[in-house]
């Protein structure tokens, strides 16, 4: 059965905590709500996602369809090499970028359950060599503000010099030097280094490295046989999907960056569809078995809002009314439903995971491409489960016109 909320923790600002208790709501009257049986919409986007393929030109592709703890729909699109045109299957893995964010929130919430860990504490109890420009904000930071992104950093700091090419150990030590916006805790601002401190802390609190403990605790006792951490993980696999960039009006196979696998908290899992769908099946709190609702409920809890969210393409500007950060994943009200989303890009792929607690229906779309045209899927989906209007959500966006300064 799907989670039930406890209470909304205390210190949660009145604006998210009001959220919070409606995301508490809808799973409360999940039985009542929940969709009808949509295997045949399902069937319906599995044609819309043929098509996204082959009429866009794109090389691969990969979806899966989740409904009450059960996979609905699950199908490849596509090939895994422009160049050596195999056929993408479910077991095909692909890189889910920033979709690994989900899973380090995850293994933080069951050592904090063990005690091992507390949401609350600093980090610098067990990262005494931590530091920020403000000495005194950097002794107070604590895990949950460093898993919502509120570091008080700029936005993606080093990243660039991550895409240069610098260990990540450097970058982390170079924290202690980096521009504030505003005082550790009080502010969000995507991260993906100060995000993998949490590796650190892992290893701390373990004395295990970060991804032998999400192997053990996660792929493991949900089944995602496929997944694996870097890149010659991802290299090892018996299919996977080679990453594409743009050329020529072509999309070209490129080996497979090493950067972003470097901060294995933030970006480093590499699956396949089949390893998400059991993935997402968990998270909707069909595995209480290994991830019960009590933890559920902790990371899919709004702690900081995200209005920059709500702009974007046409369905984040049509659809969306409020969106937050929780721990590791997004939580957005879409059209006055509860959405918990994430989306991830790194070279050469693209990966989008959602789901509505409230329907009791998610989907998981990866590809091995830059393009934007499978991402308009998911909004297709979601639209369906809860009979919204039809909306084309494939069609290309009219180009608007600046406005002069």
């Known amino acids: 059965m799907p989670r039930k909320k406890a209470n909304a923790p205390s210190r949660l600002p009145a604006a998210l905590a009001a959220l919070w208790l409606a995301v508490a709501g809808t799973a409360a009257a999940a039985d009542a709500a929940k969709a009808p049986d949509f295997t045949a919409q399902a069937r319906e986007l599995e044609v819309l996602a043929e098509g996204v393929v082959t009429q866009s030109r794109i090389p691969g592709m990969a979806m899966a369809i989740v409904q009450d703890g059960k996979v609905v729909s699950m199908r490849g699109y596509g090939v895994v090499d422009s160049r050596n045109p195999q056929p993408v299957g479910t077991d095909t893995v692909f890189r889910v970028a920033s ?46 503000e460093v898993l919502s992104h509120r570091v008080g950093l700029g936005y993606n700091a080093f990243d660039r010099d991550l895409e240069a090419d610098q260990p990540y150990p450097l970058l982390a030590e170079k924290l202690s030097d980096a521009p504030l916006t505003c005082a550790p805790g009080d502010c969000y601002a995507y991260q993906n280094i100060a995000f993998s401190l949490v590796g650190d802390l892992v290893f701390a609190v373990t004395g295990d490295f970060y991804h032998h403990q999400v192997e053990k605790r996660l792929f493991h006792p949900l089944g995602m046989y496929g997944a694996t951490f870097g890149r010659d993980g991802l290299e090892a696999s018996p299919s996977w999907a080679r990453p594409h960039v743009r050329s020529g009006g072509k999309w070209l196979p490129v080996r497979p960056k090493e950067t972003y696998y470097r901060i294995p908290p933030a970006a480093g899992v590499n699956a396949s569809i089949r390893d998400m769908s059991q993935w997402l099946v968990a998270q909707m709190g069909h595995r209480p078995d290994v991830l019960p ?19 974007g393409n046409s369905w984040r500007r049509e659809r ?58 998911l909004p297709t989906a979601l639209d369906r489960a809860l009979g919204l209007p039809a909306r084309d959500w494939l069609a290309p966006e009219p180009v608007r016109p600046r406005r002069r300064r």
């Open 293 to 311: 609702p009590e933890l559920l409920n902790e990371i899919q809890t709004p702690q900081v809002e995200t209005p920059g969210e709500i702009r």
């Open 99 to 144: 979709l690994s964010k989900a899973f380090a929130g995850t293994l933080s919430a069951m050592l904090v359950s063990e005690g091992a860990m507390s949401w609350d504490a600093p980090i610098a109890n067990q990262l005494p060599a931590f530091t920020l420009r403000d000495l005194q904000g950097a002794q107070r930071l604590t895990v949950r």
């Open 320 to 377: 969306l009314r409020s969106a937050y950060y929780g721990l590791g994943w997004r939580i957005y009200d879409y059209a006055g439903h509860t959405l918990v989303y994430h989306a991830g890009a790194v070279q050469g792929y693209r990966a989008m995971a959602a789901f509505l607690p409230d329907k009791d229906i998610g989907v998981v779309i990866l590809w091995n491409s830059e393009s934007s045209m499978p991402a308009a899927l």
